[in-house]
């Protein structure tokens, strides 16, 4: 079965200052691996996704995220962050079963962006 | 949070009492999902459709129920069975091919009375 992994519970860092959040998968065959944002009691948002291609993935709001596969690792970066980026945020997994699809979620990483 | 609307925000359950949550998009997407959230425990998936009148368990179905009777909702029913019922449900939509990505509807809150 397709897995992520977040090692965070919460990531802290000072305005203005890069900002990474980790994740690492462990899947069988092509990845498809997914960030997405969720903001106080509302419903998640796509920032950005990796399929095929280029390694460096460039989403919303800034983000992007590195496809790393010897390390098996998709981290989202952002080269400034703001106090906005304050949210909690979830890697995931595309996992196809039986011909149907399905998101696997991490446990997400709560980020905390200081004045 | 376009395109999906859950209902409703806020929700309260008793002892022994079936509820059931609503979710419509406007998308035409085929596939529909419905996931629970817990705190530190990210989505888990309850039950999810590729197609009218067809659906499938996911990794936490017990004591949920759905139905796709139209292509547009996918409505969730937390039995009595459903012994700790308290959490975030967040119901999403997408198209079919598995390198799309998912729409989250806003989510419901459901408590225990």
């Known amino acids: 079965a397709q897995s992520v992994a977040q090692p965070e519970d919460q990531v802290n860092v000072a305005e203005g200052n890069p900002l990474t959040v980790k994740c690492t998968y462990s899947v069988s065959g092509n990845p498809y691996l997914f960030w997405y944002v969720q903001y106080p009691n509302r419903g998640l948002q796509f920032l950005l996704k990796y399929i095929t291609g280029d390694n460096l993935v460039k989403g919303s709001y800034g983000f992007e995220a590195e496809f790393n596969k010897s390390q098996t690792s998709f981290h989202l970066k952002k080269p400034s962050a703001l106090v906005s980026d304050s949210a909690l945020y979830f890697c995931a997994v595309r996992e196809l079963s039986g011909g149907y699809n399905k998101l696997i979620f991490g446990a997400g990483t709560r980020l905390a962006v200081h004045p | ?113």
Request: hydrophobic share 30%.
């Open chain 2, 1 to 113: 949070d376009g395109g999906i609307t859950q209902s409703p925000k806020y929700l309260f359950r008793k002892e022994g009492q079936n509820v059931t949550l609503s979710c419509e998009q406007n998308l035409n997407h085929d596939a529909m999902y419905w996931y629970r959230q817990d705190p530190g425990q990210g989505l888990r998936l309850i039950y999810y459709s590729q197609i009218v009148n067809d659906f499938q368990k996911g990794d936490i179905a017990e004591g949920y129920s759905v139905s796709r009777e139209k292509k547009e909702s996918f409505p969730l029913t937390v039995t009595s069975a459903q012994k700790n019922p308290t959490a975030f449900y967040l119901c999403a939509s997408s198209p079919r091919q598995r390198e799309k990505k998912l729409f989250f509807g806003s989510g419901t809150q459901l408590s225990v009375l």
